[in-house]
Nanobody
């Protein structure tokens, strides 16, 4: 079992930046690939980004590529999502998730085993 807690959400103007964190506790953090997903009102949960166990491989949705950066610090049991050049369409609840599979990085939410409770990100125009 692993517990995930997101933080760092909030309200920001379009073009601004925000950094999210996800702290993990329980089983060994470094044994999980990690992902970020988001869900806007009335829409399905969508993939944002993923990172492998070591942090050496990353994967992004086309909609955030070049604007968002995922990273992790295994010593701190934390995964991060730095979001720059934010747009109103980035408004959503953002969730981090843990995937115990070895390979490959996945964009399917069904591949992830543990989820945080989410943090709201609102981008005003």
């Amino acid at each position: 079992q692993v517990q995930l807690v997101e933080s760092g959400g909030g309200l920001v103007q379009a073009g601004g930046s925000l950094g999210l964190s996800c702290a993990a506790s329980g089983r060994t953090f470094s044994s999980f690939a990690m992902g970020w997903f988001r869900q806007a009102p009335g829409k399905e949960r969508e993939f944002v980004s993923a990172i492998n166990r070591s942090g050496g491989s990353t994967y992004y949705a086309d909609s955030v590529k070049g604007r968002f950066t995922i990273s992790r610090d295994n010593a701190k049991n934390t995964v991060y999502l730095q979001m720059n050049s934010l747009k109103p369409e980035d408004t959503a609840v953002y969730y981090c998730a843990a995937d115990k599979r070895t390979y490959p990085l996945s964009r399917r939410h069904s591949d992830y085993d543990y989820w945080g409770q989410g943090t709201q990100v609102t981008v005003s125009s």
